[in-house]
DNA sequence: ATTGTGGCCTGCCCGC
DNA sequence: TGCGGGCAGGCCACAA
């Protein structure tokens, strides 16, 4: 599903739209439209306006725009962005590879003919205008030890629960969370503002590396716990039994003889 | 305020 | 072989 780093990938395949002039929208389901707009609105806001720039916050993608406010972009799970009939991401974790027409929710036609496009068969993204980043905490791949500790501090949450958190820390999702607890050795049951200052220190270690190499190697689902993400699956560091639990709402894979 | 829960969406996988 | 019940999780509304 696109967590952050998908949603960086995202992103620079967006840059391709920076630049040229949005001639027409397509919104076909109203429902996928947040801010009660409807097609007509947004084909009156967009039209004319040009790509100045891309930005990103967590999963969040922003295209800001020369004559309109910024659109926002969410993919929820299964959403993929594709520009000029080439997608950023061929197969998504969870979400079909196919491509049926059916799915296309939000369609951008510039003047020369191109277009971007989200197809997202479950229809959990959605698309905003002036969207408010305010609301995202501090983005997760230039997250400070002193960020982290502000993340965690205080809270009786489950540690992963809070890393999940978008308002309190922007991008991570379910894979990335259990790659980096798993990684960091700590039980995704901890109370969040119950680690001790190496073990804070660990874990933001762990995080920004884990994200560096994940996006080196191509997405959240490349991660070394991934392939044991199934039931009886074993520890890729120690061979014990994986715990299968729910943390934070999610579907959580961990290590009990080595995460504590 | 903080934390937890349930529902939304729908393709796909597994077991019968 | 076909069928149907779970399952997947990002996000939001709502409850305690």
């Known amino acids: 599903m696109p967590e952050l780093l998908e949603v960086e990938y995202y992103r620079r395949l967006a840059e391709r739209t920076v630049g040229r002039r949005i001639a027409s929208v397509d919104a076909p389901d109203a429902w996928y439209l947040q801010q009660g707009l409807d097609a007509a609105q947004l084909e009156a806001v967009l039209a004319g306006a040009v790509v100045a720039g ?3 916050r ?3 993608l922003v295209l800001d725009l020369d004559g309109a406010p910024p659109l926002g972009l969410r993919f929820g799970m299964t959403g993929r962005l594709v520009v000029d009939g080439e997608a950023a991401i061929e197969r998504l974790e969870y979400a079909s590879a196919r491509h049926e027409p059916g799915w296309e929710r939000f369609r951008v036609r ?3 003919g191109g277009s971007l496009v989200m197809v997202d068969p479950r229809r959990l993204g959605g698309v905003s205008l002036d969207p408010d980043v305010a609301q ?3 983005e997760a791949t230039t997250l400070t030890p002193s960020g982290l500790r502000r993340v965690l501090e205080r809270s009786q949450a489950p540690l ?3 890393l999940l958190d978008q308002a309190r820390l922007a991008g991570l999702g379910n894979l990335l969370a259990d790659e980096i607890l798993w990684r960091a050795r700590l039980a995704p049951t901890r109370a969040a503002g119950g680690l001790d200052e190496s073990e804070l220190r660990r874990l933001h270690r762990v ?3 884990t ?5 080196g190697r191509g997405g ?4 070394d716990l991934f392939v044991a993400r199934r039931n009886g699956g074993l520890c890729p560091r120690c061979e014990n039994g994986l715990a299968r639990d729910q943390v934070g709402g999610r579907t959580t894979y961990w290590c009990p003889a080595e995460q504590r």
Not at 211 to 215: G, S, V, W
Request: net charge positive; hydrophobic share 25%; aromatic share 4%.
């Open 54 to 56: 891309t930005r990103r």
């Open 58 to 60: 967590g999963k969040l």
């Open 110 to 112: 510039f003047e020369d």
């Open 136 to 138: 995202l905490g501090p």
């Open 160 to 162: 992963k629960a809070r």
């Open 207 to 209: 995080l920004r590396s």
């Open 211 to 215: 994200l560096r190499e994940l996006d």
């Open 220 to 223: 959240s689902h490349t991660g």
